[in-house]
C-alpha cells in the first residue's frame, strides 16, 4: 500500500502516537524510511539533514524539534540554560538538536557527529539541575558517538529545588524525561543516519546521573548494553531525609554543636589522615581503608584544650561528627541511610554551608527543607527545625505511591544477559556516603548471587563525589567517567583522561566499551592525578597512577619501585 505504513494490519494513521507503533515494530522504519526517500527523491546528505524542517519530518503529536544546527565551529552553548550554562567545545563536526516533548513537558539535546560510530551514549543530570547536560555530552561525540542528554522537564539552576509544582514536573526527573527522551532520541538518530541501526546504547552518569541510568535499567534492562554508573543517588526517598536530618543536628545555629567553618571540616581532614594514612599499609596521602579509620580513629585529639587551639573542636562538635559518621537509624530502630566515611570531610561544607550566603534558594542547612516544601508537598511554611523520623515514612510513601524516583530494584533481571555495569564510587564522598553505594552493590549480589559476569563495582580511594580529589591528598582519580573530563584543563574540551590516556586501560567507558563489544573483562581501571604547571590551572603534567581494583579486592604495592606508578601495583 503506497504512501502509507501500517502495524499489524492497522494503518499508522490512526494510532494516536506513531512512535509506539514504530518502536515496536523495526519493519514500520524501514517503511517509513522508504516513504521520505520517495519524497526526496535520494537521501539527503548532512547539511539538507541538520534542519528543524527536516528534522519535524519524522516526529508525531505533540513533538517539536526547536532546535537543529550544523556545528563546524568546534563550540555549542544554549542560552538560557540554567542547570548548564557552560559551553561543549573541541566538538567534532555535528548536528546539535533539541527536541520538545511538548505534551509530556520535557526537552532533550543530541549531538550527532558527522562521522558516527554506530554508538548512542546517553548522559546524565547533577542533583536537581535543570537543563540539558551539553558539557557532558561533549566528551560522547568526539569518541565518536551520537550523545544524549535530557533536560529532566525543568530548567533550574544550583540548589533550586522550587521547581516540584506538579506531578508530572516531578515523574519527569524521575526516569519519565529520560526515557521518552532516550526512547525518541534513539528512533531519530536511526533515522538521521540513513536507518543505519545503532550497533550499541552506552550511559554514563554520576551522583543523580548515576541514580537515573541504575533507574533506566530496573525500568527497561534493554535500554542500553553498557552503563557507567557513578556514586549514584538510588535511594532519593532515603537520602534526602538523611540530608535534612543531618543539618538538624547542627541546629539551631547558634549551638555548641553546629559545626559551621570549613577550616573545622579541615582540621579533621587532616587529623583523619595523620592518624588513618598507615593503616592501609601505605604512607601516600591517600585513605585507602576507610573502615579500617572508623576502628582506630580518635577524634579526641582535636578536642578543644587537649591540642593546639586553632580550628578545634569543642565536644559537642565532636558528638554531631560522630552522629554524621553513623549511620542513620531513626529512634524506633529502623535503618534509613548509611553515614559518612572517615577522609569525606573536606566535602561536608556541601550540606552544612551555603555554596553562596546571599542565594535565596541555598539558604544554610535550607537545601533539603526544599525538598519537603515542594516535592513532599509539606508546603512552604514547613521549616527544618519540624524535622522528625516520621518525615522517612511519609517519604517512603510518596515516593513508592506516585514519583517513583528511588532507584531500589536490586534484581536487574534481563540485563544480565544483555548489558554491563561499571558502577563507581569515591572513598572520600561526602554528598552521597560510599558505603551506601556498596549497599546498592551488597543488595544486588544478595538478589542475583555473584554478578561478577555483568556488574562490577570499583571504589576509588581518595576521591570526593564524582571527581576531584583533597589538595593535601592528591589521590589518583581520574577514569574518564561522567563530568570528570570537564574538571581538568581544556575544560570544556575535555574528553576522556588527558595527555593520551584515551585507551581501554585508563578510560573506564572505553573499558566499558571493550568489556561489551569484544567481550574483555574489566577487573582493574588505571586512575590518574595531574599537577598543575602553572598559576592559572592550564596545563597538566602527570602526577601518579594507580590501579582502581573491581570490589571487594583492593590495590596493594608490590613492594619496590615507584608508587606513583601503576605496574607496581596489584588487585588482591
Ligand atoms: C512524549 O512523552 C510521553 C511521556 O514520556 C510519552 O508517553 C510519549 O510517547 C512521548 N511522545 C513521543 C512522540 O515520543
Ligand atoms: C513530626 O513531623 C511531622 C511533619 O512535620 C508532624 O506532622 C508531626 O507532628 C511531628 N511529630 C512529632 C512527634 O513531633
Ligand atoms: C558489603 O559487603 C561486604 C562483603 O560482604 C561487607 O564487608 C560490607 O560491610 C558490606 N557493606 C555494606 C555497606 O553493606
Ligand atoms: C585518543 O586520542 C587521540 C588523540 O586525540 C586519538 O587519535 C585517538 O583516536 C583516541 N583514542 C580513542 C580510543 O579514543
Ligand atoms: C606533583 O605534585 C606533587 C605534590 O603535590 C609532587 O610531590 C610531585 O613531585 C609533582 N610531580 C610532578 C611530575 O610535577
Ligand atoms: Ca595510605
Known sequence: MKGECSVAGIPLSSYHSIQMAILKVPAVLACIASLLSLTHGKLPGQAVKCTVDYLNGFLFDGISVEHADGVTSGYFAESGNLGYPSAASGLPPLCAVIVNNVTAGYRFGMFLPETWNSRLLVVGSYSFLGGINWLDMGPGARYGMASLSTDTGHNSGQ???????????????????????????????????????????????CSTGGRQGLKQIQRDPDIFDGALIGAPAWDTKNLMPWVSRLATLHLPESSPRSINDYNLYLRLQQEVLAQCDSLDGVKDNIISAPSACRDHFDITKI??????????????????????????????????????????????????????????????????????????????????????????????????????????????????????????????????????????????????????????????????????????????????????????????????????????????????????????????????????????????????????????????????????????????
Not at 533550586?160 to 508530572?168: A, G, I, N
Not at 526527573?173 to 526512547?183: C, K, L, N, P, R
Not at 513508592?400 to 555495569?421: C, M, P, Q, W
Open 159 to 205: 540548589g533550586d529545588l522550587t521547581w516540584p509544582t506538579s506531578e508530572s514536573v516531578k515523574v519527569n526527573w524521575a526516569y519519565q524525561a529520560m526515557e521518552g527522551s532516550i526512547h525518541l532520541g534513539k528512533m531519530l538518530i536511526e533515522a538521521y543516519y540513513d536507518n543505519k541501526p545503532i550497533a550499541y546504547s552506552y550511559y554514563s552518569g
Open 303 to 572: 578536642r578543644c584544650g587537649t591540642t593546639d587551639q586553632a580550628y578545634c573542636w569543642t565536644q559537642a562538635q565532636i558528638e554531631t561528627a560522630q552522629k554524621m559518621y553513623s549511620d542513620y537509624v531513626t529512634d524506633d530502630g529502623e535503618f534509613v541511610y548509611k553515614g559518612l566515611d572517615y577522609s569525606s570531610e573536606a566535602e561536608w561544607a556541601v550540606y552544612l554551608l551555603p555554596a553562596n550566603p546571599k542565594d535565596a534558594n541555598n539558604v544554610r542547612r535550607g537545601f533539603d527543607a526544599q525538598y519537603e516544601r515542594t516535592f513532599m508537598g509539606y508546603g512552604p511554611s514547613w521549616q527544618i527545625t519540624s524535622y522528625n523520623d516520621t518525615v522517612v515514612d511519609d517519604s517512603r510513601i510518596r515516593d513508592e505511591r506516585s514519583v517513583h524516583a528511588t532507584a531500589d530494584h536490586y534484581d536487574l533481571g534481563r540485563f544480565r544477559n544483555r548489558g554491563k555495569i561499571i558502577m563507581y564510587g569515591g572513598l572520600a564522598d561526602g554528598y552521597v556516603p560510599v558505603q551506601h553505594t556498596t549497599l546498592y552493590y551488597n543488595r544486588t549480589v544478595e538478589a542475583m548471587g555473584n554478578v561478577d559476569d555483568f556488574f562490577r563495582y570499583f571504589q576509588i580511594p581518595g576521591m570526593g563525589h564524582c571527581w576531584g580529589t583533597a589538595d593535601n591528598v592528591k589521590a589518583p582519580w581520574m577514569i574518564g567517567s561522567a563530568g570528570q573530563a570537564a574538571q581538568r584543563p581544556p575544560y570544556t574540551a575535555g574528553f576522556s583522561v588527558p595527555l593520551g590516556y584515551n585507551d581501554s586501560r585508563h578510560d573506564a567507558l572505553l573499558a566499558l566499551m571493550d568489556w561489551v563489544e569484544n567481550g574483555n573483562e574489566v577487573s582493574q581501571i588505571v586512575a590518574s592525578e595531574f599537577n598543575f604547571t602553572d598559576a592559572t590551572r592550564q596545563s597538566l603534567v602527570l602526577y601518579r597512577q594507580r590501579p582502581i581494583c573491581m570490589f571487594p579486592r583492593t590495590a596493594e604495592w608490590v613492594g619496590r619501585g615507584s608508587q606513583d606508578d601503576a605496574s607496581n601495583w596489584r588487585c588482591t
